[in-house]
Nanobody, 122 residues
């Protein structure tokens, strides 16, 4: 059973930065592609960023490209989302997802974390 635990959310002013972390309890972390998704109030969950199992491929939503960076530390079973130049429209609950695949996750994964709130004030 894989458990995902996100951390690092909080309140930040527009233009600021946050780094989200997602710890994966799976013993074969290197086998999992990881992704970040977000859901704003009254909106559907949307894709943010993803990285493949070996960290060689990343993909971003157009809305965050150039501002967010996804990375993974396989030694720590953790995936990160560095968020810079934050905007009020980035306010949402951010979820990480995992799936045992050689590809990337743009629509979701088999496993989900509980989410962490990010609030960007103007």
């Amino acid at each position: 059973q894989v458990q995902l635990v996100e951390s690092g959310g909080g309140l930040v002013q527009a233009g600021g930065s946050l780094r989200l972390s997602c710890a994966n309890s799976g013993r074969t972390f290197r086998s999992y592609a990881m992704g970040w998704f977000r859901q704003a109030p009254g909106k559907e969950r949307e894709f943010v960023a993803t990285i493949n199992s070996i960290g060689s491929t990343t993909y971003y939503a157009d809305s965050v490209k150039g501002r967010f960076t996804i990375s993974r530390g396989n030694a720590k079973n953790t995936v990160y989302l560095q968020m810079n130049s934050l905007k009020p429209e980035d306010t949402a609950v951010y979820y990480c997802a995992a799936d045992r695949t050689t590809g990337v996750l743009t629509t979701g994964g088999e496993y989900w974390g509980q989410g962490t709130q990010v609030t960007v004030s103007s």
